[in-house]
């Protein structure tokens, strides 16, 4: 093996492991009540692995079988629906590397608090570099649980605001009788 072999496989890993990091920064930029929610439900890893299961069983099956039809739009609409559960997963599992980055404190989060988010994120990521359990179980179950804490969140928060209904003001406007 020759030195440009060795360097274009290590580009290729660490270039993974920074576009997962960098889907979990904006999980947390973008979605920073959502993320927080989804650490909190990291609280429960047995339940949000089966919510995870159960809800990303139906695309990814549904989407491989659409995928192996002749058809090239077919194709693409089957990845697609196989692709949606893991960036939504993805999204999802930014709670576990917030909730891991807030584990390890620093004084600088005051100041700055998406770096929990970067801490947990670069550890996570470098747990897949352990072969085998690395390569394959964690970033599954990453994705998977990532995938039920997304959607526990979106649910808790479709709750929370349907739970609170707009205030009406009933007291009459001054000078109407």
Not at 30 to 45: G, N, S
């Amino acid at each position: 093996m020759i030195m440009a072999d060795i360097l274009k496989i290590f580009l290729l890993i660490v270039g993974l492991l920074t576009v997962y990091v960098s889907y979990w920064l904006i999980a947390q930029a973008l979605f920073p009540d959502l993320v927080e929610r989804a650490r909190q439900h990291y609280a429960k890893p047995v339940k949000i692995t089966l919510t995870g299961l159960a809800a990303a069983a139906l695309p990814v099956i549904l989407g491989a079988v659409i995928a192996n039809l002749p058809n090239p739009a077919l194709k693409l609409a089957g990845v697609t629906l196989m692709i949606i559960p893991a960036l939504l997963g993805l999204v999802g599992s930014a709670g576990l590397t917030l909730r891991i980055g807030a584990g390890l404190p620093s004084p600088a989060d005051e100041q700055q608090p998406w770096r929990r988010g970067l801490r947990g994120g670069i550890l996570l990521a470098l747990t897949f570099l352990l072969p085998f359990v690395g390569w394959i179980v964690l970033p599954i179950w990453t994705l998977v649980s990532g995938f039920g804490a997304f959607i526990l969140s979106v649910k808790e928060i479709r709750n929370t605001s349907n739970a609170t209904p707009p205030a009406i003001n009933l007291t009459p406007v001054q000078g109407t009788a």
